[in-house]
T-cell receptor
Framework: DTAVSQTPKYLVTQMGNDKSIKCEQN?????MYWYKQDSKKFLKIMFS???????INETVPNRFSPKSPDKAHLNLHINSLELGDSAVYFCASSPTVKTGGGYTFGSGTRLTVV | EDKVVQSPLSLVVHEGDTVTLNCSYEVTNFRSLLWYKQEKKAPTFLFMLTSSGIEKKSGRLSSILDKKELFSILNITATQTGDSAVYLC????????????FGQGTRLTINP
């Protein structure tokens, strides 16, 4: 069973479109995250949710809106896509806040905006 | 600003060589340091380090943390082509909530 699963794995779309990426974890973790990895492989946190509550919101354009219907799901909706949004987006989860470890990553969604 | 710096950014060696990857950090509210291996997809967990001077070992890989000098190293002995990957260092910090701050990664290539 996949512990953290993201869909879709690949997404190619035109500028200006709106798209969503879904993430689900079956590990029973309380905290979920979205990370963005750029072309240089640099991973940077975007959002973190703990038990459906937003706890980290880095400096991300408000075209990006996370939604957590329950603690096992964290979806990412992106409005008015731009070329610079092209990247790999990773979802991750960890057991509880402040444990210092236990992160599990999904396999990533490669978003290409053309 | 919290910062994690890895070096070298890229390393090419021959199979059987030993490599040392470096990670230095300047952060507030340090909690732990994590090493990940990333091949084509998700980063996979290698080590979590919280205490200085205690070596963590897993097969040919080992890692150690120095909290006074603010760095960690990852050693790989008797490298194999399957060790080729990007190795990521990340520091867990607490700023109200917990988050990972990543370094740029070291791309390691092992040639046969």
């Amino acid at each position: 069973d996949t512990a953290v699963s993201q869909t879709p794995k690949y997404l190619v779309t035109q500028m200006g479109n709106d798209k969503s990426i879904k993430c689900e974890q079956n590990l029973g973790h309380d905290t979920m995250y979205w990370y963005k990895q750029d072309s240089k492989k640099f991973l940077k946190i975007m959002f973190s949710y703990n038990n459906k509550e937003l706890i980290i919101n880095e400096t991300v354009p408000n075209r990006f809106s996370p939604k957590s219907p329950d603690k096992a799901h964290l979806n990412l909706h992106i409005n008015s896509l731009e070329l610079g949004d092209s990247a790999v987006y990773f979802c991750a989860s960890s057991p509880t806040v402040k444990t210092g470890g236990g992160y599990t990553f999904g396999s990533g969604t490669r978003l290409t905006v053309v | 600003e919290d910062k994690v710096v890895q070096s070298p950014l890229s390393l090419v060696v021959h199979e059987g060589d030993t490599v040392t990857l470096n990670c230095s950090y300047e952060v507030t509210n340090f909690r732990s340091l994590l090493w990940y291996k990333q091949e084509k997809k998700a980063p996979t967990f290698l080590f979590m380090l919280t205490s200085s001077g205690i070596e963590k070992k897993s097969g040919r890989l080992s890692s150690i943390l120095d909290k006074k000098e603010l760095f960690s190293i990852l050693n790989i002995t008797a490298t194999q082509t399957g060790d080729s990957a990007v190795y990521l260092c990340a520091v867990v910090i607490i700023q109200g909530a917990q988050k990972l701050v990543f370094g740029q990664g070291t791309r390691l290539t092992i040639n046969p």
